[in-house]
């Protein structure tokens, strides 16, 4: 199911890519540091591909496996190397994915093509003690150091998207209920709980020494004097400044090979489910459409299914009669 069709739909008729595609072109090029060229690549590669959906009355929300085929042997036909081939097909696996991981949609057409299914990639979360070294990473007293403190309790303690967090506004906080208003993809609003780690160091950024170091004398645009989050010109931090943060505190914290923009959303569930949490209340929390996205925080490791096993069933370590 698509939670929303308006952001995957092309903007205009003039041969533009869709918002989709262009977010994945950006979150390329900023947050994985590919290559210029690449990024152009894979430009085309997708403006060929949303055109030929295009032609069917699809976009690539709703996209089948056949569309995806469809439009690779038509490439081929049009006589593209095997190489070029093989970056398209790239191209539009990581747009799918892209989409998928980002919530868009629920399913990816390129996992059957041509036989060669890709599984689910269960979500990359850190332990807690990793999650306790980036926090520390972060807990500084000058104004940025309170920041960025604020911004990882928050994304941790929530389990919001970096989006979600960039787009925070102080009305969203509420005053004595303990809950933080989100704005989630498809304009879905809910209401998330905000635990006592998350509040003590929001309440340090938005005090003296923290966010009122970062105000400008005067707001560049209406939207930034009522932002969360700011960046040091007085200026909405954007979803891309806090990928900066994170990668820059764990970094410090040693862990810059673990880190991805969702780490800590992905951490929050899977340490939630982990200390006996209702799936529904997770579901709930992190704004899934589908439980079946949820479910997929559920899939223990071997080491850890084995060590349950022994510990509840009765008869694990009991030794056989001779």
Request: aromatic share 4%; hydrophobic share 40%.
């Amino acid at each position: 199911m698509t939670r929303s069709r308006a952001p995957v739909a092309p903007t205009d008729d003039d041969g533009a890519l869709s918002p989709a595609s262009e977010e994945y072109l950006t979150w390329l090029a900023v947050d994985q540091g590919r290559a210029r060229n690449t990024v152009a690549a894979y430009r085309r590669d997708l403006a060929s591909y949303e055109a030929s959906l295009a032609a069917r009355g699809k976009s690539v929300d709703v996209a089948s496996v056949a569309d995806v085929e469809e439009h690779l042997a038509a490439r081929r036909g049009e006589g593209l190397a095997a190489t070029s081939l093989a970056r398209a097909l790239a191209a539009l696996r990581g747009l799918h994915r892209f989409l998928v991981e980002e919530e868009w949609t629920s399913g990816d057409p390129t996992e059957d093509v041509r036989s060669l299914k890709t599984p689910r990639r269960l979500p990359k979360a850190l332990t807690e003690e990793e999650v306790d070294a980036l926090l520390r990473a972060a807990d500084g007293d000058d104004p940025a150091g309170r920041r960025d403190h604020a911004m990882l309790e928050v994304l941790y303690g929530t389990g919001i998207r970096v989006s979600e967090l960039a787009g925070l506004s102080l009305a969203d906080l509420g005053s004595d209920t303990g809950l933080v208003r989100v704005l989630g993809k498809g304009d879905k609003e809910r209401l998330v709980p905000l635990g006592s780690c998350a509040r003590r160091a929001l309440d340090r950024w938005l005090g003296p020494g923290g966010r009122p170091e970062f105000e400008p004398r005067r707001w560049a645009r209406r939207g930034d004097a009522e932002a969360v989050f700011l960046n040091a010109r007085g200026g909405r931090l954007t979803r891309q400044g806090v990928w900066g943060v994170l990668k820059k505190r764990a970094t410090s914290a040693g862990l810059a090979d673990r880190v991805h923009p969702h780490v800590l959303r992905h951490s929050c569930a899977t340490h939630m489910l982990a200390h006996g949490a209702d799936i529904r209340v997770v579901q709930e929390l992190l704004g899934h459409v589908s439980i079946g996205t949820t479910q997929l925080y559920t899939r223990v490791s071997p080491e850890h299914l084995r060590a349950a096993y022994e510990q509840a069933h009765p008869r694990a370590r009991l030794t056989a009669p001779h």
